[in-house]
């Protein structure tokens, strides 16, 4: 398990700088080569844990039966794979979205790779279709990951907003706390909605919210918040923000969230087919 920072997540000058050494290494690369593993999700921009990012040595891919790359600063990969699942990503030859998902299998756990699947299929701005991360599980050559996969693939939901929240909700449902929803919609006395929760339990009025550091030091955002927060409060919904501190330690994460539960009781109105953004 990593900490709480992920790529995107105020980290886009070390995920630039990682790119860059992928373009200057890409010309040098064999005709079949290409970027594998934590290397091919910068590129493509599916979010890991900062630890992995920060790693200087870049994943490289041949396909079986060639010999893998031994160059300086890459760790070279054999492995066996479909030509269509490899493909170009700003100019750069990387595996496909959802086998790169697939490969991020052997170097994550269920948290952060439900955290990349929820940014994969995104409702905004989906990069591939939970169809499409089915199909390549059943496809993919390493049975041993097979299993964390399909749990996670149970687990993705499309409303998640940032690796963090993702986080929380695994935690929270592998726990078995039920009765959550991610980004609900907060509604104020005369029905219009405020606010978005990100992850709500509307019959208790309770929001748990991610705060990173760059709700505090990125201009206006912060004021945006307490402006939020105050919408929110205004229509009777308790606000619990968490830190990264909470998130590396699930067992006090836990311990908050059923507290404030049991603090709240469960008696409001749940609309059980809330609408998107």
Known sequence: MYTATYT????RALVAERIRDARSLHVRLPEA???CGTTAAL???IPVPIELAARP???VGMPSPECASRASGVIGHKLQIDPRDVGTCSGLRVTSVPRTWCDLAAVLDLEDLVAAGDRI???KNPLASRANLAAAIDAHPARRGRALLREALELLDERADSPPESVIRVTVVCAGIRGFHANYPVRNIRGEIIAWGDLS???????FEYQGDYHRTEPGRWRKDLTRKARMASAGWQVIEIAGTELADRQALLELIRDTLAFYPAV???DLNPPTR
């Open 8 to 11: 995107g997540d105020g980290t």
């Open 33 to 35: 080569a290409f970027f």
């Open 43 to 45: 590129i493509l921009g």
């Open 57 to 59: 040595a870049l994943h």
């Open 121 to 123: 299929i995104h409702y």
């Open 201 to 207: 339990f509307p019959a208790h009025r309770v929001a």
């Open 268 to 270: 409001h109105p749940v």
